[in-house]
């Protein structure tokens, strides 16, 4: 069964409107982290923000919060007043494990376009 | 600034050549290194995890013999790519995990062509 799933292949956004991107994951280990990152053209994964299992509130960085909902195991991105430099590919990801030794699975990926 | 760089940005070879790429911790030294590649409009799947002073980890289905790594200090591990053939083109980014906050943070990528 996949880990982390991401539904939405690829996302439209006009300038200035907020948007959500989905994550749902699957795991038995009561403690895990979430993370979001950003891979421009240019292939560089960038870190966005980060989601602890136990974090009791929802994490936020600027323009980007997480919509934690442990319950139904989701942990959608949410940017708030898209810009056009937005536009990029977005990973959802999982650490499932705990110390340095812990590992991440990464989704598919959402092709975010930001228009005019 | 850029946590981490990786050397060189892209590298175009001959089959059966061996090449090295390298990736730099410039913020933090960091006992574990991750190497992922990456197919074009794929995820990122992890090959390894490095670790300093120590033999790497490879992920199941990853050849250890054929890519060699080797994190011989807190900011260095190097993936060599040895007798690469066509099918080992493909984008590949390191990773570096700053242990206090056990986020990953990533580097530029290295897209290497074999011809």
């Known amino acids: 069964a996949q880990k982390i799933t991401q539904t939405q292949p690829g996302m439209f956004v006009q300038e200035k409107e907020a948007v959500t991107l989905d994550c749902t994951y699957d795991?038995?280990?009561?403690?895990?982290?979430l993370f979001w990152y950003k891979q421009p053209s240019s292939g560089e994964m960038i870190f966005l923000i980060y989601?602890?299992?136990?974090?009791?509130q929802n994490a936020t960085e600027g323009r980007y919060s997480l919509n934690f909902q442990k319950a139904r195991k989701s942990a959608n991105l949410v940017i708030s007043a898209s810009q056009l430099g937005d536009s990029a590919m977005y990973f959802c990801?999982?650490?499932?494990?705990?110390?340095?030794?812990?590992?991440?699975?990464f989704g598919t990926g959402t092709r975010l376009q930001v228009t005019l | 600034g850029a946590v981490v760089s990786q050397h060189p940005s892209w590298v175009i070879c001959k089959s059966g050549t061996s090449v090295k790429i390298e990736c730099r911790s410039l913020?933090?030294?960091?006992?574990?290194m991750f190497w992922y590649r990456q197919f074009p409009k794929q995820s990122l799947m992890l090959m390894a995890t490095?670790?300093?002073?120590?033999?790497?980890?490879?992920e199941q289905g990853v050849e250890k013999d054929k890519f060699l790594i080797n994190h011989a200090s807190l900011t260095l591990s190097t993936l060599t790519v040895t007798s690469a053939h066509p099918e080992d083109s493909s984008f590949y980014i390191c990773?570096?995990?700053?242990?206090?906050?056990?986020?990953?943070?990533f580097g530029p990528g290295t897209r290497l062509t074999v011809l």
């Open positions: 990773s570096v995990l700053r242990s206090s906050t056990d986020t990953q943070y």
């Open positions: 795991t038995s280990d009561p403690s895990y982290g």
């Open positions: 989601q602890g299992s136990y974090d009791q």
């Open positions: 990801a999982m650490r499932d494990g705990p110390g340095t030794a812990s590992k991440l699975t």
């Open positions: 913020d933090f030294q960091a006992t574990t």
């Open positions: 490095s670790n300093e002073g120590s033999k790497a980890t490879y």
